[in-house]
């Protein structure tokens, strides 16, 4: 039997040997572009496997022997390094740096897509608009002359926004006004058909929206929509997007977001066979909510300004803030 010191030094070996095939094999700059998020998020989580592994061997070999150490290699190190390898091969296109890009060809292009359709396929729209309505947080103008002003940051396809309109245009007065840092208007068939239904050209920055407003003539809105947007993207300036938020908003109006609340390990899992099959089973990625949970509570600017009402549950819920003063 191997002493604890041959038996750590051979694994730890093993799994800088393997490590070091896939780095220069796929996480280098390939195509002349630079090493993309997706495949360092793989690459961290291979380091991370590699490390759990030590720790367990560690602690194993002072007991047992080294054919525990190769099994747990065998069953968990070396499918994982699969996994990796091809979904790195997958990646041709994303780069660091444009992993929020939504453009035809890189990963996150019909993101917004797939998960709208996966997201409908729960009924999610018809969902969260009851619950959010129920939750009675949200008033809006049934007043000719003044419309509720809604506007979504990050609207990307804008499919829940026109689906949401749709829904309001009968019974309430509203003007809905879409903006995203990666215009999608392109894409959209059912834009420019109903002058209270807007999209803005150009790529628009949600951290801007004061200019924005300004530049449409707009002075205050009445709930600002951010579904895994700008918030989910910049999970460091929260503070900021509230207190640009808070200045924008008329008297008791809102922002809402995304606040799904899923199984960590099937999001974890289903955003693997995202990253290899493109395809959504469950929800891939955590909510905004999760993303921002430590920038918004005690003391946070979120906090002390906005009240804060859950609406609905599961993957339905979302969070309504709600202007305080
Ligand atoms: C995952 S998509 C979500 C799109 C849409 N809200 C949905 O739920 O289907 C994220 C969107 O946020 C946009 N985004 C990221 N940071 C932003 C920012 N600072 N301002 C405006 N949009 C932003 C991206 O361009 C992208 O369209």
Redesign the pocket.
């Known amino acids: 039997m191997m002493s604890l010191l041959e038996s750590g030094t051979l694994f730890l070996t093993l799994g800088i040997f393997l490590y070091g095939i896939l780095y220069f094999s796929f996480f280098r700059e390939k195509n002349n572009q630079k090493i993309s998020k997706g495949i360092l998020f793989f690459r961290n989580n291979f380091v991370r496997v590699i490390a759990g592994l030590s720790l367990f061997a560690i602690i194993e070999l002072t007991t047992r022997n080294i054919h525990h150490i190769l099994f747990a290699f065998l069953t968990v190190v070396l499918p994982v390094a699969v996994l990796n390898l091809v979904a790195a091969l997958k990646m041709d296109k994303l780069t660091e740096g444009e992993v929020?890009d939504?453009r035809v060809g890189y990963l996150q292009n019909n993101?917004?897509d797939k998960?709208?359709k996966y997201l409908q396929s729960k009924d999610w729209d018809n969902t969260v608009f009851k619950k959010v309505h129920e939750s009675g947080a949200v008033k809006l103008s049934t007043v000719e002359a003044n419309p509720s002003v809604i506007v979504s940051?990050?609207?990307?396809r804008a499919?829940?926004e026109l689906s949401l309109f749709h829904r309001l245009k009968e019974n309430y007065n509203v003007k809905l006004i879409c903006?995203?840092?990666?215009n999608?208007k392109d894409q959209i068939d059912e834009v420019d058909q109903d002058s209270r239904f807007i999209y803005l050209d150009g790529d628009?920055?949600?951290?801007n929206l004061p200019a924005i407003l300004d530049e449409i003539q707009i002075g205050q809105v009445d709930i600002i929509l951010d579904?895994?947007?700008?918030l989910?993207?910049?999970s460091k300036k929260v503070d900021t997007f509230f207190e640009i938020a808070y200045n924008k908003l008329s008297p008791g109006g809102v922002v809402i977001i995304d606040g799904s609340q899923q199984n960590k390990v099937l999001t974890r899992l289903s955003f693997l066979y995202y990253q290899l099959f493109r395809t959504i089973i469950y929800p891939s990625e955590l909510s905004t909510l999760n993303k921002i949970e430590g920038a918004i509570g005690s003391g946070s600017f979120a906090d002390q300004h906005f009240e804060r009402i859950d609406a609905g549950e599961g993957i339905f819920r979302t969070v309504i803030f709600k202007k305080k003063h």
């Not at 628009?204 to 951290?207: C, E, H």
């Not at 579904?227 to 700008?230: L, N």
Request: cysteine-free; overall charge positive; glycine content about 4%.
């Open positions: 929020n939504y993101w917004s998960s709208y940051v990050s609207a990307n499919q829940h903006m995203d840092a990666n999608a628009r920055d949600a951290f579904k895994k947007g700008a989910w993207h910049n």
